[in-house]
């Protein structure tokens, strides 16, 4: 018992699977106050932030990435369509509060539903609805680390703006003189289509949908984890002209995926119908997974 119970903690650091997140919903805040307080996250996260970070950052070696890459980008687990997809997601339950919590498909549309509000066009409504759907890696069991978190290029110098940097040096790449240098692996001016980012349900989502989505939502989807670069403004010396249009769409979609959970309850069932015509548009009855 003793030893499940703490290989459980072990996987399983967050009670809710986007508590990660709470580290930017305070920096961003604070950027509009008098003064930035901007490292008060550390401090400020809620319990199990902290140890999550750090297995992250301690087990997402670009050995790891490319196992994980070659693991789930062949897609052969499942055939289903986008709104089975989100039944199975809305299987994955946290453990902070249930009864509260807001279930996964509320949460898909809540980002979703601001977005149309906002006046978008469809396929970055569609974009807001399905972008975390990658996240059913947990279901297959990866560990939390392995599917949310901040992303960050792997095989060159970790940038210190990556939140709790310090557990890098817990990293085996740490110590690998190719992958500490500004540029590693990678080119100037190489592109992101050539760099691995850390491994998670960004990029898995994006090798999933990226034959049906215009390539501004594909970049919303692959990115929107890559904060210290949409949101830190670093790794620019790795892209390239393409990937400068790509951060003007990630950066707006970031804030309706910070901040439009938590708010009202949308009425899924009343939604129903109208999502599954926004599906049926881009998206065929059944994708590889
Ligand atoms: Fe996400
Ligand atoms: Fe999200």
Redesign the pocket.
């Known amino acids: 018992m003793g030893e499940s119970r703490a290989s459980e903690t072990t996987n399983r650091p967050l009670a809710d699977l986007?508590d990660w997140?709470s580290v930017h919903q305070v920096s961003a805040r604070d950027e509009t106050g008098p003064q930035s307080t901007f490292r008060d996250y550390r401090e400020n996260v809620r319990a199990g932030v902290r140890e999550f970070y750090q297995l992250n950052h301690r087990h997402q070696t670009l050995g790891f990435v490319l196992e994980k890459k070659q693991e789930f980008l062949a897609k052969s687990r499942r055939s289903m369509g986008i709104w089975e997809a989100m039944e199975f997601l809305n299987t994955l339950v946290d453990e902070s509060d249930p009864d509260a919590d807001f279930s996964q498909i509320e949460h898909l549309m809540q980002t979703s539903e601001a977005i149309r509000a906002a006046g978008h066009p469809r396929w970055f409504v569609l974009t807001g609805l399905i972008?975390?759907l990658?996240?059913i890696l947990c279901l297959y069991g990866e560990p939390q680390w392995a599917v949310?978190g901040d992303t960050f290029p792997v095989g060159c110098r970790y940038s210190d703006k990556i939140v709790f940097s310090e557990y890098f040096a817990e990293n085996p790449d740490s110590a690998v003189p190719e992958y500490r240098t500004r540029h590693g692996i990678y080119a100037e001016g190489c592109g992101l289509d050539q760099v691995h980012l850390s491994w998670?349900?960004?990029e898995y989502l994006y090798h999933v949908v990226k034959d049906y989505l215009p390539e501004e939502g594909l970049a919303m989807i692959r990115y929107?984890?890559f904060y210290a670069w949409h949101h830190e403004n670093q790794y620019n010396h790795l892209m390239n002209e393409h990937d400068r249009r790509k951060l003007s769409w990630v950066r707006a979609f970031n804030p309706f995926?910070l901040y439009s959970k938590g708010h009202d309850r949308p009425d899924v069932a009343a939604l129903t119908p109208y999502y599954k015509d926004l599906i049926a548009e881009f998206f065929p009855a059944q994708l590889a997974w």
Request: hydrophobic share 10%; glycine share 16%.
């Open positions: 986007d997140e972008h975390d990658g996240k949310v998670g349900h960004d929107h984890s995926d």
